[in-house]
């Protein structure tokens, strides 16, 4: 080979890169030295630049692993030519056995590799596209044995996780289905208010007085409380898994048992069994309420009616009747209220009373066993006249000063009677709304009880405290005065000229009893009075002395033992002898 051709580089003549190698090759075995390789320019090229470079498969590799050829000698130019080596073709080159040149490449050095040079590129015309290029698509990713298999594990377990949670669902299902507690909510949803009345109705066994009915017991002490009341349950005693018994109330009264056991062909799976119930049992407390009796106190002459019915006679007790409603001055007059007591209630009852005025009674106290009805106001009234300073009591119960009047008055006994003795000074009291009449006392400033009173225009007078040295002395005369005044009085065995003639002796001339006496006799007609009548007792007392020429006396009538009237007597002393000078009469009856 000329030397003008050595050096030659076939590099970049072929964009084929085992073309390349291929021709490299070639010139290895005409020149004998490799010929340094320029590095070629990379070409440009106007495209987007990719995302990621890969670097390409290193085939040079192929190129250096082959063994370059031995150098052989020029072959002899010829004498008798004239031409000149390059005109003349290449020696042939014998063909070696295969076997011959693998062991003759073994045996060559391998040469040092060289570093790898940029691989040629065509320059090209910049080609302009108006669209971005395509996204490469990347290669799928191979996974290895151990992640399928953790994928097939994972998907195993989510199928069994699954399934678990599925028959878990369904235990829970069957469980919360065949809950008696499920069961006992389904029955209070059943039980409306026409099941209970039906079964009430059908198992109440009271049997009412006149004062209630079986309906409006039924009503009132069963569907009243149900209709209202807030229903709950309990476990009740002997309860099992197998046979639950439930005991239910309704605001806090027991009601009934339900019984339940395992419904038949009722298996709901995982062992479980719906519940039904067998019976509803109503206690007897609710069924058959105890009954009671009830107190009513009220006026004896007042109309008592129960739930609108009027209390008869019969149902009065001889029990005391409540006191606390009696009148503060009448502590005593039970006899003014009576008491009613009633069996076999048991519903609440409406309790009234009417006076006998026709006046509605408010009671001052009212509950489900019972009322008390207050007295209305008395129509009694009573004024009594006492000497100033004195303490007047009504009953036992001693009076203020709010019940005094305020007025002074003179007793008519001591009219006609002033140059004989001064008449003591009287306070009058006035005492209202009393229902009897009533029992009346008085004491001194000192604490000495008053004499019994008299009446004085229908006003009770209380006299100063008796003389008890004077009473002795004089009791006998005025008794025998009074005998002789009651017998011309009721015109004894009609006698009048007898009587009138016995009873001058005590008579003196002048006095208002003289005065009258003698009118009564001229005219033959005694004018009778309390004196008059029969009576079982006379006591004369309460002698009383108003100086030393005065005194007054008091003759208490009697009739089976009850005070029946008085007899009020005044003497004088004219002469050094007593005479009876006025009396005033009156009756309590």
């Known amino acids: 080979m000329s030397e003008e051709n050595k050096g030659f580089d076939f590099t970049g003549l072929s964009a084929d890169e085992d073309f390349d190698s291929f021709l490299e090759s070639i010139r290895r075995d005409l020149d ?11 070409a440009v090229e106007d495209r987007p630049e990719p995302a990621e470079e890969r670097p390409a498969p290193r085939r040079a590799a192929r190129a250096e692993k082959a063994q370059e050829p031995e150098p052989k000698a020029a072959a002899p130019r010829a004498a008798g030519t004239g031409a000149s080596a390059e005109e003349q ?5 014998e063909r070696r056995p295969a076997k011959e040149r693998r062991e003759t490449d073994e045996a060559r050095p391998v040469p040092a590799q060289r570093e790898a040079r940029p691989k040629p590129v065509r320059r090209q015309a910049p080609e302009i596209k108006w669209n971005p290029p395509p996204e490469e698509e990347e290669p799928p990713v191979r996974r290895g044995g151990f992640a399928r298999a953790l994928i097939l594990y994972a998907l195993v377990l989510l199928v069994v996780i699954a399934a678990g949670l599925a028959v878990l669902w369904k235990y829970l299902e069957a469980y919360e289905f065949t809950r008696p507690e499920n069961v006992m909510e ?23 007085s006149e004062f209630e009915t079986e309906s409006a017991l039924v009503d009132e002490l069963c ?12 476990e009740d005693e002997g309860y099992t898994d197998e046979a639950p018994i439930y005991l239910v109330s309704v605001n806090g009264i027991e009601l009934c048992r339900v ?52 209390v008869g006679e019969s149902y009065i007790s001889s029990e005391a009747p409540d006191a606390s409603v009696l009148p503060e001055l009448e502590p005593e007059a039970a006899e003014l209220l009576c008491r009613y007591d009633i069996q076999g209630i048991y519903g609440t009852v409406e309790i009234a009373a009417t006076s006998a005025s026709g006046e509605q009674l408010e009671a001052v106290s009212s509950d489900r066993d019972g009322a008390v009805f207050p007295l209305p106001e008395g129509e009694v009234s009573v ?79 209380f006299q100063p405290a008796p003389d008890a040295e004077l009473e002795s002395s004089q009791r006998d005369y005025a008794e025998k005065f009074y005998e002789l005044y009651s017998a011309f009085a009721a015109n004894k065995d009609e006698k009048i000229d007898t009587n009138y003639y016995n009873i001058l002796p005590y008579m003196y001339g002048g006095t208002p009893l003289g005065t009258r006496l003698a009118s009564e006799y001229s005219s033959r007609l005694p004018s009778g009075g309390v004196a008059a009548g029969s009576y079982d007792e006379v006591e004369v007392t309460g002698f009383v002395a108003y100086g030393d020429n005065l005194y007054t006396c008091t003759v208490l009538l009697y009739n089976d033992d009850e005070l029946a009237g008085s007899c009020e007597v005044a003497f004088i002393k004219a002469s050094g002898k007593w005479y009876a000078a006025a009396t005033v009469e009156y009756s309590f009856e």
């Open 259 to 310: 019984y339940m056991s395992p419904q038949a062909g009722g298996e709901a799976g995982f062992g479980l069994e719906y519940m039904s119930i067998d019976k509803v049992e109503l206690l007897a407390e609710f069924i058959a309420p105890a009954s009671r009796s009830i107190s009513i106190t009220a006026p004896a002459d007042a109309t008592v009616t129960l739930n609108g019915i009027t």
């Open 383 to 461: 004024t009594v006249y006492a000497p100033e300073g004195a303490a007047l009591s009504i009953n036992g119960v001693e009076l203020d000063e709010s019940y005094k009047t305020g007025d002074s008055v003179t007793l008519a006994l001591f009219e006609g009677l002033e140059s004989y003795g001064e008449a003591p000074a009287m306070e009058a009291w006035e005492i209202g709304g009393l229902h009897l009449t009533p029992e009346i006392s008085a004491v001194d400033a000192s604490g000495a009880e008053l004499s019994a009173p008299y009446l004085q225009d229908g006003a009770y007078v």
């Open 186 to 208: 389904q029955f209070e949803q059943m039980a409306n208010e026409q099941y209970w009345e039906t079964a009430v109705t059908s198992s109440f066994v009271v049997s009412p």
């Open 89 to 93: 073709p290449p020696a042939k080159r």
């Open 223 to 234: 569907l009243s409380l149900l209709r209202d009341g807030q229903m709950s349950y309990v």
């Open 32 to 42: 004998g030295t490799p010929a340094p390789r320029p590095a070629a320019p990379t």
